[in-house]
């Protein structure tokens, strides 16, 4: 595409493809924000793609993230999970500023590609949470969310599918939606084809169509301790039975995965979402980290600093003085991100630049060695004009027989499933 053909396709995207509550938001803003649906749509036109979705614990990530994006002519998401920036988050990047960082970086850098703001991990954990999300989620919507992830996982499957009905009049048709069968817990309770066809077909006889489906497939959130990581094979078995319902996957948990996992991953399965969280945050940081993202460690057990990379000498120490005085784990050093936020944000911009330039780097090298996803900004932007507007409609249509889900048949059906949750627990992100 030439050059003047391009930047008239993306005038066009801009006035056409920004949801209304970003236009609303930012009417004079020239940042491409967009459904969570048309990158999707632009993975699964290029084939074999994935899109990263990065969790933007900080601003550095946000930075690094939509620079590589650019670079790399890529279709981005920008996250952020419940546990991070929701009501009790652990990031001062939440659920209602994340959208107005990402437009002004994208107004500061001139970051042209198509960019989705996605609200990860809403969890649903009973019927309180329920209640409060009827306003917790509009009003995400309203700070400029466009897409989002109901998960229920948490809950029994017949909870789970109710939990998903019930919330998902609040969100706007037109938004990204993820659901999610089976909690984060590594090799435990993983995801059967049995409950995840429970689930979306649960909710296609109610009209309402995921455009992803997250698993537990044998992957944890954080630093990744086993070698198990991703169960590729189950992830493509799970897919394959979904197929007639046109849904994509979601990849969490893909810190600690190696590059090689990823490829496959891309090519074998139906996957068109993964989620990079803890390995931008610690790259960021400046610490020393394998080829996927794992940080390693000295004889001693600690995080190694890379001297003259990610935040200054004297802020690293400041940092691991405070985990070392509250006994914070390995695993719990992303808590130190919100009372850290303004002392990372108030040193040099030489020291600012090189934090966000770290994430950059690592992320180019995985939206285009190992995701595919290079060159799809453009894919996006011509699903947009397709599409006429902000919103491509829905991939699937009803296929299963309402009669067929009542809330007793309901009911029935999830007293059959035969699975092993795994162990209790807190498997928040």
């Excluded at 500023?97 to 703001?117: E, K």
């Excluded at 938004?175 to 999610?180: N, P, Q, R, S, W």
């Excluded at 994509?248 to 995965?257: E, K, R, V």
């Excluded at 009372?339 to 990372?344: A, Y």
């Amino acid at each position: 595409m030439n050059e003047s053909k391009k930047h008239a396709s993306f005038e066009k995207a801009l006035e056409i493809g920004r949801p209304p509550n970003i236009v609303s938001l930012f009417p004079h803003s020239r940042a491409l924000i967009v459904s969570g649906k048309f990158i999707d749509r632009a993975m699964l036109a290029k084939g074999n793609a994935i899109s990263i979705a990065a969790n933007g614990r900080n601003l550095f990530v946000i930075q690094g993230a939509l620079k590589a994006a650019q670079r790399a002519n890529s279709t981005l998401m920008i996250e952020i999970a419940k546990s991070e920036g929701g009501t009790n988050a652990y990031c001062a990047v939440n659920y209602w500023n994340i959208a107005r960082l990402v437009d002004d970086l994208c107004n500061q850098f001139a970051i042209t590609v198509p960019v989705a703001i996605h609200a990860d991990h809403y969890g649903i954990k009973g019927p309180k949470d329920v209640e409060t999300a009827r306003t917790e989620i509009p009003s995400m919507f309203d700070a400029g969310m466009t897409s989002i992830a109901i998960d229920a996982s948490h809950l029994p499957d017949k909870e789970n599918l109710e939990a998903n009905l019930t919330l998902n009049s609040y969100i706007p048709n037109w938004a990204g939606y993820e659901t999610e069968v089976g909690e984060i817990k590594g090799k435990h309770g993983l995801s059967t084809v049995e409950e995840a066809l429970f689930l979306i077909q649960g909710l296609n006889a109610h009209d309402i169509f995921p455009d992803w489906i997250a698993l537990n497939n044998g992957t944890t959130h954080g630093i990744e301790a086993g070698a198990e990581g991703i169960q590729v094979e189950l992830t493509a078995k799970i897919h394959e039975a979904l197929a007639p319902y046109h849904i994509s996957g979601a990849q969490h948990g893909t810190s600690g995965n190696s590059s090689e996992r990823l490829r496959k991953i891309a090519v074998s399965t139906r996957t068109t979402k993964a989620n990079v969280a803890t390995a931008l945050q610690m790259i960021s940081w400046g610490l020393t980290v394998n080829d996927y993202g794992n940080a390693q460690l000295d004889d001693d057990g600690n995080f190694i600093k890379v001297e003259n990379e990610g935040m200054s000498e004297d802020n690293w120490k400041k940092m691991t003085a405070y985990a070392a005085e509250r006994g914070l784990k390995k695993g719990d050093f992303k808590k130190l991100n919100l009372p850290f936020e303004n002392l990372l944000l108030s040193q040099p911009a030489d020291i600012r630049e090189r934090m966000a330039k770290r994430v950059e780097d690592f992320v180019y090298n995985l939206l285009v060695n190992v995701f595919n996803s290079q060159d799809t900004a453009d894919l996006a932007i011509d699903a947009i004009i397709k599409a006429g507007s902000h919103d491509p409609g829905p991939k699937a249509g009803r296929i299963e027989n309402p009669d067929d889900w009542t809330p007793a048949k309901i009911a029935e059906k999830a007293g059959a499933i035969d699975g092993d949750k795994g162990p209790e627990g807190n498997f928040d992100d």
